[in-house]
């Protein structure tokens, strides 16, 4: 139904930018600031500022902190899904979290798209990004069968045990 007005040729109106990414890019500016102006030092503002700007200072990083936490990136999120699903204790090295992360991100859009009507897929492709999507999780989501194991086990141990009496 929204996209009726395109296929009737119709005049569309532009949807205005996001938000979370207005906030986004005007949070990493505001660490770049903080990095690069002489005035910031070890937490807080010094230097020819007076007390309003100072305690607006304060504010907007306050924000930009609290928006990070509670508003990550696309790629934050992507990368803390991909921690929590792979099935090994140590941390993978950041370039190749990064290639994981880009994978997923390659699937994400392309299944996006297609839904959204943005391009058309045939078949073929269709399958083969299905087929990728299907082995990105599979080699993801591997079974935790402790507590399998541990039935199983109890399970023996009573066959033993009555083999025994």
């Not at 990083?61 to 928006?67: A, M, P, R, S, V």
């Not at 790629?75 to 803390?80: D, G, P, R």
């Not at 299907?134 to 079974?143: G, H, I, K, S, T």
Request: glycine letters at 4%; charged letters at 35%; aromatic letters at 14%.
């Amino acid at each position: 139904m929204e996209k009726i007005p395109q296929y009737l040729d119709l005049p569309v109106r532009v949807k205005p930018k996001n938000l979370r990414s207005e906030v986004q890019n005007l949070s990493e500016e505001w660490k770049k600031t903080c990095e690069r102006s002489e005035c910031f030092e070890e937490g807080s503002w010094h230097g020819e500022i007076d007390g309003s700007l100072r305690k607006l200072l304060q504010k907007l990083g306050k924000f930009f902190d609290w928006f990070s936490e509670h508003y990550p990136t696309r790629s934050k999120q992507t990368k803390s899904m991909l921690s929590y699903l792979d099935p090994f204790v140590s941390k993978l090295p950041e370039p190749i979290m990064e290639l994981r992360a880009k994978e997923w991100k390659e699937i994400h859009d392309y299944f996006n798209d297609v839904s959204h009507h943005r391009f058309d897929s045939d078949f073929d492709t269709f399958s083969k990004w299905l087929e990728a999507l299907e082995y990105f999780l599979l080699d993801r989501f591997v079974p935790k069968t402790f507590d399998d194991h541990k039935i199983i086990d109890d399970i023996i141990r009573e066959g033993e045990e009555n083999a025994k009496a």
